[in-house]
């Protein structure tokens, strides 16, 4: 039994007429007759009483012109889902984010523009470290992610900058470098390491830190670090208590406002905090190609607003 089978029973029992039916279905009525019968004689029961006038439904053709309607209409949602996967318009989306990225005001832009094009898609965000995401994306677990520094670069993946900011110094309100008659003076590298100071990330890895810390032994500089941690959000609550100075991107200085005071670092230094689309190389899932194709798009028209954000 397949659809077509389906269709043509469906058309005789809905214009009670075997002529009528073959009109509708653009048929002959012989081949349209044999198909009935042979449907009759697959399912092992009578459909239809045949009249002079026409054909009506037995009880079982009753019972089984629900069942086809079910059957067909199922079908035919089905075909819908999967025209809409095939373009990309329907299916899960898993994307991966650190939190630094999270507080970035460009990531509530971008997920609301993608919900609104792409409504039928399941978006599911996971945060973690950039290291995690990193290994996510190797083992399949994420479609794509965004992260700031990558700290590795696997053959495997393609890294794009979208856009890329400022760092800023963040410290606690009660610092000594936080009084308003010093806060519209950048610090230097030098301050910095006068400080305690707190560090994203472990030791030996690449990433905005790392490239912190090459910058300090350019200038012949020896930071002075008091503690390590693997997530922004923990950083910044060390420097609201007071444990030590640290380094970040200047969309985070919204964070603990109350608690810790934001510096300029001096441009000089050429310490910048991208935002990067890691994905992997020739991705077929659609939705994902969307995704990286609208965090394209958007950035091309992002525009600065407080410390100015560069384009990738």
């Given at each position: 039994?397949?659809?077509?089978?389906?269709?043509?029973?469906?058309?005789?029992?809905?214009?009670?007429?075997?002529?009528?039916?073959?009109?509708?279905?653009?048929?002959?009525?012989?081949?349209?007759?044999?198909?009935?019968?042979?449907?009759?004689?697959?399912?092992?029961?009578?459909l239809?009483?045949?009249?002079?006038?026409?054909?009506?439904?037995?009880?079982?053709?009753?019972?089984?012109?629900?069942?086809?309607?079910?059957?067909?209409?199922?079908?035919?949602?089905?075909?819908?889902?999967?025209?809409?996967?095939?373009q990309?318009?329907?299916?899960?989306?898993?994307?991966?984010?650190?939190?630094?990225?999270?507080?970035?005001?460009?990531?509530?832009?971008a997920?609301?523009?993608?919900?609104?094009?792409?409504?039928?898609?399941?978006?599911?965000?996971?945060?973690?470290?950039?290291t995690?995401?990193?290994?996510?994306?190797?083992?399949?677990?994420?479609?794509?992610?965004?992260?700031?520094?990558?700290?590795?670069?696997?053959?495997?993946?393609?890294?794009?900058?979208?856009?890329?900011?400022?760092?800023?110094?963040?410290?606690?309100?009660?610092?000594?470098?936080?009084?308003?008659?010093?806060?519209?003076?950048?610090?230097?590298?030098?301050?910095?390491?006068?400080?305690?100071?707190?560090?994203?990330?472990?030791?030996?890895?690449?990433?905005?830190?790392?490239?912190?810390?090459?910058?300090?032994?350019?200038?012949?500089?020896?930071?002075?670090?008091?503690?390590?941690?693997d997530?922004?959000?923990?950083?910044?609550?060390l420097?609201?208590?007071?444990?030590?100075?640290?380094?970040?991107?200047?969309?985070?200085?919204?964070?603990?406002?109350?608690?810790?005071?934001?510096?300029?670092?001096?441009?000089?230094?050429?310490?910048?905090?991208?935002?990067?689309?890691?994905?992997?190389?020739?991705?077929?899932?659609?939705?994902?190609?969307?995704?990286?194709?609208?965090?394209?798009?958007?950035?091309l028209?992002?525009?600065?607003?407080?410390?100015?954000?560069?384009?990738?």
């Amino acid at each position: 039994m397949d659809l077509k089978a389906l269709r043509y029973f469906i058309a005789v029992a809905e214009t009670g007429n075997m002529t009528r039916a073959a009109t509708l279905l653009g048929i002959q009525q012989p081949p349209l007759s044999q198909h009935v019968k042979t449907l009759e004689s697959e399912l092992g029961i009578v459909l239809f009483r045949r009249h002079p006038r026409g054909m009506a439904l037995t009880d079982a053709g009753q019972h089984f012109h629900h069942e086809a309607l079910r059957m067909l209409q199922h079908m035919e949602a089905m075909q819908q889902r999967m025209a809409r996967i095939a373009q990309g318009e329907s299916g899960a989306l898993a994307v991966g984010v650190t939190s630094s990225v999270l507080a970035h005001r460009f990531m509530p832009d971008a997920l609301r523009a993608f919900r609104r094009s792409y409504p039928k898609v399941e978006l599911r965000l996971q945060e973690d470290s950039a290291t995690a995401l990193t290994e996510h994306l190797l083992s399949g677990s994420l479609h794509c992610a965004l992260l700031r520094v990558p700290i590795t670069r696997p053959d495997a993946l393609v890294f794009e900058t979208l856009l890329s900011e400022p760092v800023m110094v963040a410290m606690s309100s009660d610092h000594r470098y936080a009084s308003s008659a010093q806060r519209d003076r950048p610090l230097t590298l030098a301050q910095l390491c006068s400080e305690g100071m707190i560090l994203l990330g472990r030791p030996g890895e690449a990433g905005l830190y790392a490239d912190l810390l090459s910058a300090c032994e350019a200038l012949g500089l020896q930071p002075q670090v008091v503690a390590e941690v693997d997530r922004m959000m923990t950083n910044l609550s060390l420097v609201a208590a007071g444990v030590g100075v640290s380094v970040v991107p200047a969309s985070m200085n919204s964070v603990h406002p109350h608690a810790i005071c934001y510096r300029a670092l001096d441009a000089r230094h050429g310490l910048e905090a991208p935002l990067t689309l890691v994905s992997r190389r020739e991705e077929d899932h659609l939705p994902a190609r969307h995704f990286a194709d609208l965090l394209r798009s958007l950035s091309l028209r992002e525009e600065p607003s407080g410390p100015p954000i560069r384009r990738g």
